[in-house]
T-cell receptor, first 110, second 113 residues
Framework: QKEVEQNSGPLSVPEGAIASLNCTYS??????FFWYRQYSGKSPELIMS????GDKEDGRFTAQLNKASQYVSLLIRDSQPSDSATYLC??????????FGSGTKLNVKP | GAVVSQHPSRVICKSGTSVKIECRSL??????MFWYRQFPKQSLMLMAT?????????EQGVEKDKFLINHASLTLSTLTVTSAHPEDSSFYIC?????????FGPGTRLTVT
């Protein structure tokens, strides 16, 4: 059974702070990792992908991957109220199939 | 911009009727598409993998005779909810892989009265 685990939250941070979202996965052969943002009532939107160990930065977002420890994280700098959403971690185990965590709800307070 | 579209975005139907939802990949061919269902405040649940030109692969517990999937072309997959009941009311989302990444359609909110 391939599992992707996330803390459901909610994670509350003040506006301007750094939000740190974490995800662990069970299968060592995983090669591709993704973060999606889902606003209430909307479908998930891809915000970051990461394939190799280390950090990947895109604007205010930084994805971090540590394959030895089997975790992937997402940092959101200078958090804004518009970042309030549920963040889904996804892991691709084979060419087609993705496995999703249950998501972490982030609240950014003005 | 959007790479996957869905239609309709919202549908209300009466119990016992069937509803068809379309999922299209825009400007790219998708030999595989996925269908998910999401109940309020719950996580995504993969229902089935739609394969162009062959039968869909259903996840455990998903009734293939109730949720009919047809992937007739490289850009279109359809999900038909047959004999819908109120408990089928949910948010149905399709997705397709473009390169290494998976992109979601905007979703279809189904309400069965």
């Amino acid at each position: 059974q391939k599992e992707v685990e996330q803390n459901s939250g909610p994670l509350s941070v003040p506006e301007g702070a750094i939000a740190s979202l974490n995800c662990t996965y069970s299968d060592r052969v995983s090669q591709s990792f993704f973060w999606y943002r889902q606003y209430s009532g909307k479908s998930p939107e891809l915000i970051m992908s990461i394939y190799s160990n280390g950090d990947k930065e895109d604007g205010r977002f930084t994805a971090q991957l540590n394959k030895a420890s089997q975790y992937v994280s997402l940092l959101i700098r200078d958090s804004q109220p518009s970042d309030s959403a549920t963040y889904l971690c996804a892991v691709r185990y084979n060419f087609n199939k993705f496995y999703f965590g249950s998501g972490t709800k982030l609240n950014v307070k003005p | 911009g959007a790479v996957v579209s869905q239609h309709p975005s919202r549908v209300i139907c009466k119990s016992g009727t069937s509803v068809k939802i379309e999922c299209r990949s825009l400007d790219f061919q998708a030999t595989t598409m996925f269908w998910y269902r999401q109940f309020p405040k719950q996580s995504l649940m993969l229902m089935a993998t739609s394969n162009e030109g062959s039968k869909a692969t259903y996840e455990q517990g998903v009734e293939k005779d109730k949720f009919l999937i047809n992937h007739a072309s490289l850009t279109l997959s359809t999900l038909t909810v047959t004999s819908a009941h109120p408990e089928d009311s949910s948010f149905y989302i399709c997705s397709a892989n473009l390169g290494a990444e998976q992109y979601f359609g905007p979703g279809t909110r189904l309400t069965v009265t």
